[in-house]
T-cell receptor, first 116, second 114 residues
Framework: NAGVMQNPRHLVRRRGQEARLRCSPM?????VYWYRQLPEEGLKFMVY????????ESGMPKERFSAEFPKEGPSILRIQQVVRGDSAAYFC??????????????FGQGTRLTVV | AQTVTQSQPEMSVQEAETVTLSCTYD???????LFWYKQPPSRQMILVIR??????QNATENRFSVNFQKAAKSFSLKISDSQLGDAAMYFC???????????FGKGTKLTVNP
């Protein structure tokens, strides 16, 4: 049973470009979470999705950031018109029934985004 | 609001020795869970140990154990017989019962010296 798969592992974008980060949850997991880790910081919650629905996006910046988890395919975190401050590691986690039902999250290896 | 504080940015230990990482937290809820996650240089976040707030008994996983002091809102991690592979960032994490969010501390970087 493969773990949470994130790609790419590393992504370099120039200021103003778009970044698309992908996350395939563990098999059978329909709950996906995105977290951001700035240098020397812990992870910060961004968004919680279930299949085809955004449940909680309270941690997402209001502009330029969006997330989706379509019926088929991976979850996508999209950052438009990237700026240097977006440089961070972005982690995806998945859960079989949601943390509220069972507090157990499985993390991917993250995508390190560097904006130059 | 929930907060997690790790007051030790860095710690070091000799191989085979014991080390304790500190964590304090704050929550107004009585139903919550605490975790320690390990993040080695590969960046993979690995669950080390979990503690349910309603359980008085301290959790133990092989060489890893916690000292859960509910009244003091303290949740320290003890690593016994430290191994080189234990070198990593360790994060103390809190979630409230019924919540879908994890709240992370800033982490403690553990170095294991041979």
């Amino acid at each position: 049973n493969a773990g949470v798969m994130q790609n790419p592992r590393h992504l370099v974008r120039r200021r103003g470009q778009e970044a698309r980060l992908r996350c395939s949850p563990m098999k059978g997991h329909s709950h996906v979470y995105w977290y951001r880790q700035l240098p020397e910081e812990g992870l910060k919650f961004m968004v919680y999705l279930q299949k085809e629905n955004i449940i909680d996006e309270s941690g997402m910046p209001k502009e330029r950031f969006s997330a989706e988890f379509p019926k088929e395919g991976p979850s996508i975190l999209r950052i438009q018109q990237v700026v240097r401050g977006d440089s961070a590691a972005y982690f995806c986690a998945s859960s079989p029934r949601g943390l509220a039902a069972r507090p157990e999250a499985f993390f991917g290896q993250g995508t390190r985004l560097t904006v130059v | 609001a929930q907060t997690v504080t790790q007051s030790q940015p860095e710690m070091s230990v000799q191989e085979a020795e014991t080390v304790t990482l500190s964590c304090t937290y704050d929550t107004s809820e009585s139903d919550y869970y605490l975790f320690w996650y390990k993040q080695p240089p590969s960046r993979q976040m690995i669950l080390v140990i979990r503690q349910e707030a309603y359980k008085q008994q301290n959790a133990t996983e092989n060489r890893f154990s916690v000292n859960f002091q509910k009244a003091a809102k303290s949740f320290s991690l003890k690593i016994s017989d430290s191994q080189l592979g234990d070198a990593a960032m360790y994060f103390c994490v809190l979630t409230q019962g019924g919540s879908e969010k994890l709240v992370f501390g800033k982490g403690t970087k553990l170095t294991v010296n041979p």
